[in-house]
């Protein structure tokens, strides 16, 4: 429901000065990601979201998207648009329509970060360029990519951030949800080999209908796996994954140990990993519960759940992961971990989370 509220002299100017002194960020991309990364911020009030650039050029089409949202459902607060901007609640919003960032104008908005959460690989390589032409100054990007200045998960490798790192990735969510187990569990026992089987919910490049499917990274490029470009809402599709390609990118001694396999499911939302790990040595299964239980109960990224749970209920959850404790199970040297996470709202979490960082450094 729609809500308003009368707020007195002395709040609006509050609320004036906090958005002064708030970081100024721009979202770069108004999909699914930049959408749950801006509720979030509206949840927590982070930033000040000065600028959203994306392809779509009817602002009522983006603010109706993000009022109405069919997986999250309907936004809580308020919505309204012009034809140039966006209100959240309080805060108001300019929306451009530039299929290139470079052509954006955000130094006419003093942004501080851009959010590039396109998911096309191309603009990491702008970001770059906008960061040395001094137009910006730092620029998170929503996927793993080899052209930025450093990848981080985290909770994992976040403090090797330096103050030299301005175009950051924040990987991808699988990795983000998977990383912090295969440390922990790395650092404390040592991972000789293993395999990865993730669980991901559609995407908007899929079908609804057999057809090509065309990349989203890559647009205009046509995926070669032709099984891709099946309907989505019948069938378990297997697909090659980049997720050990992104956790090797911030876990170095991992690279070459684990093999890794993917299916696109006919779900909406909530992925899952099924990670099996051959060990240097043999451990009881109550030692690895306690030992995973302890690190989670420690990390401000990963849960625990001991109940008997499906994946609908990990909707909205902000955390990388949660570690169904129910099927952690062992074989001598042998283990099977499944966790869950939402591929969209705990990853976005994690975007908002990296850029805090970035302004701290």
Same mark, same amino acid.
């Given at each position: 429901? /729609? ?10 100017? %509050?609320?004036?000065?906090? +958005?002064?002194? +708030?970081?100024? &960020? ?25 600028? &959203? ?15 109405? =949202? ?13 034809? !140039? ?15 290139? %960032? ?9 942004? =501080? ?16 360029? *906008?960061? /040395? ?11 793993? !990519? ?11 490798? =976040? ?11 924040? !990987? ?8 912090? $187990?295969?440390?922990?569990? =790395? ?14 919910? @559609?995407? !908007? ?27 989505? $809402?019948?069938?378990? &599709? ?24 993917? #299916? ?28 995973? /239980? ?6 401000? #990224? ?22 169904? %404790? ?9 283990? +099977? &971990?499944?966790? @869950?996470?939402?591929? /969209? ?6 975007? *908002? ?9």
């Amino acid at each position: 429901m /729609e809500y308003s509220f009368k707020k007195s002299n002395n709040m609006n100017n %509050m609320n004036n000065m906090n +958005k002064m002194n +708030k970081i100024r &960020i721009a979202i770069n991309g108004f999909g699914r990601i930049g959408r749950a990364i801006a509720k979030i911020n509206d949840q927590h009030n982070y930033f000040d979201l000065v600028l &959203i650039n994306d392809t779509n050029p009817f602002v009522d089409n983006l603010a109706y998207l993000f009022k109405y =949202d069919s997986t999250y459902g309907r936004f809580p607060g308020i919505v309204m648009n012009t034809e !140039s901007k966006i209100t959240i609640n309080d805060n108001t919003t300019v929306c451009t329509a530039f299929h290139n %960032m470079l052509e954006v104008p955000w130094e006419d908005h003093s942004v =501080d970060i851009i959010i590039d959460s396109s998911g096309v690989e191309l603009n990491a390589v702008d970001a770059k360029r *906008l960061v /040395e032409e001094g137009r910006v100054k730092k620029i998170v990007v929503t996927h793993s !990519s080899k052209v930025v200045d450093h990848e981080v998960i985290m909770g994992v490798n =976040d403090e090797t951030l330096t103050a030299e790192h301005k175009v950051v990735s924040n !990987s991808i969510c699988d990795a983000n949800a998977i990383a912090h $187990i295969m440390k922990w569990i =790395d650092d404390e026992y040592g991972i000789e080999g293993g395999a990865l089987t993730t669980l991901h919910p @559609w995407l !908007s490049y899929q079908n609804l209908v057999d057809g090509p499917a065309i990349s989203q990274a890559n647009p205009g490029v046509v995926w070669t796996d032709f099984a891709l470009g099946r309907a989505s $809402i019948d069938s378990l &599709i297997p697909k090659n994954t980049t997720a050990m390609t992104a956790v090797e990118r911030v876990l170095p001694d991992l690279t070459g140990k684990i093999l890794s396999f993917s #299916y696109r499911i006919p779900t909406g939302i909530v992925a899952s990993s099924d990670i099996t790990l051959n060990l240097s040595r043999e451990i009881q299964q109550e030692e690895l519960k306690g030992f995973l /239980e302890r690190k989670c109960n420690n990390s401000r #990224y990963v849960k625990v759940n001991t109940e008997s749970l499906v994946s609908l209920d990990y909707e909205q959850e902000e955390s990388s992961a949660v570690l169904d %404790m129910q099927w952690v199970n062992v074989c001598g040297n042998t283990v +099977k &971990i499944i966790l @869950w996470y939402d591929n /969209e709202w705990g990853y976005s979490a994690r975007v *908002l989370d990296l850029a805090k960082k970035l302004t701290e450094i």
